[in-house]
């Protein structure tokens, strides 16, 4: 996969950054789980998902990669769309499909 499926069309220019940051944080890795989360549903997000998403990107790989794994997240980032964007990926929905 080479990045984001989604076009950025329709979305407004806060959404855009977002997507556009989520697969370009720096590991590839960590591009996959959140590009594939922005990209399945950053057109739904309410604007309050939208600023906790804008401050999960500025994560460390390290600390978001533990919180991923199952360590507690900073209270800070301990979010409902935290949570949505674990379970994401938890269930399967952000593995492709070979």
Same mark, same amino acid.
């Given at each position: &996969?080479? $990045?984001?499926?989604?076009?950025? #069309? *329709?979305?407004?220019?806060?959404?855009?950054? +977002?997507?556009?940051?989520?697969?370009? @944080? =720096?590991?590839?890795? &960590?591009?996959?789980? &959140?590009? @594939?989360? #922005?990209? #399945?549903? +950053? $057109? !739904?997000?309410?604007? %309050?998902? /939208?600023? #906790?998403? %804008?401050?999960? +990107? !500025? /994560?460390?790989?390290?600390?978001?990669? *533990?919180?991923? =794994? *199952?360590?507690?997240?900073?209270?800070?980032?301990?979010?409902?769309?935290?949570? @949505?964007?674990?379970?994401?990926?938890?269930? =399967?929905? *952000?593995?492709?499909? +070979?």
């Amino acid at each position: &996969m080479t $990045g984001t499926t989604r076009s950025s #069309a *329709g979305l407004d220019a806060r959404r855009r950054r +977002i997507l556009y940051r989520s697969w370009h @944080r =720096g590991t590839r890795e &960590m591009d996959l789980l &959140m590009g @594939r989360f #922005a990209d #399945a549903c +950053i $057109g !739904e997000l309410s604007e %309050e998902d /939208v600023a #906790a998403f %804008e401050q999960l +990107i !500025e /994560v460390e790989d390290p600390d978001l990669y *533990g919180w991923l =794994g *199952g360590a507690p997240p900073a209270p800070e980032f301990d979010t409902p769309l935290f949570h @949505r964007f674990r379970q994401f990926h938890l269930s =399967g929905e *952000g593995v492709p499909e +070979i």
